[in-house]
C-alpha cells in the first residue's frame, strides 16, 4: 500500500500564489493532482510521469499558463504551484498516484483551497 501525503492547500486572495506537495510512501511512476469543487465533477489538474529526468507534464486547458507540476524522485514529491489564482480555483485538490494518472492506484486525503475575489 502507497500512502500519499498532501500540504500547502489554504485561503488565498485572487491573484495570489500557493503550492502544494504531494509525498508519497515510495516511487510510482505517474503522480498528479485532481481537484473537486462542490456540485462539479472531479478534474484532472496536471501529471507529470517520470522514470528518469525531469518527467512529461500534461495541465489542463483550465490552468494552463497558471500551474506548473514538477516532482523530485529522490523524495517522491510532486509539486504543483498555482499563481493567478482565480475563485473558479477554488475546490479540494487531490494528490493522485499510479501507473497511469486516468485510472489511479492511489489518492491523498485532500487539501482544501479557497481563492477569495
Known amino acids: 500500500q502507497v500512502q500519499l501525503v498532501e500540504s500547502g492547500g489554504g485561503l488565498v486572495q485572487a491573484g495570489g500564489s500557493l503550492r502544494l506537495s504531494c509525498t508519497a510512501s515510495?516511487?510510482?511512476?505517474?503522480m498528479g493532482w485532481y481537484r473537486q469543487a462542490p456540485g462539479k465533477q472531479r478534474e484532472l489538474v496536471a501529471s507529470?510521469?517520470?522514470?528518469?529526468?525531469?518527467?512529461?507534464?500534461n495541465i489542463a486547458d483550465s490552468v494552463k499558463g497558471r500551474f506548473t507540476i514538477s516532482r523530485d524522485n529522490a523524495e517522491n514529491t510532486v509539486y504543483l504551484q498555482m499563481s493567478s489564482l482565480k475563485p473558479e480555483d477554488t475546490a479540494v485538490y487531490y494528490c493522485?498516484?499510479?501507473?497511469?494518472?486516468?485510472?489511479?492506484?492511489?489518492w491523498g486525503q485532500g487539501t482544501q483551497v479557497t481563492v477569495s475575489s
Open positions: 493522485a498516484a499510479g501507473l497511469r494518472i486516468k485510472q489511479p492506484s492511489y
Open positions: 515510495r516511487y510510482i511512476v505517474s
Open positions: 507529470i510521469t517520470s522514470i528518469t529526468g525531469a518527467g512529461s507534464t
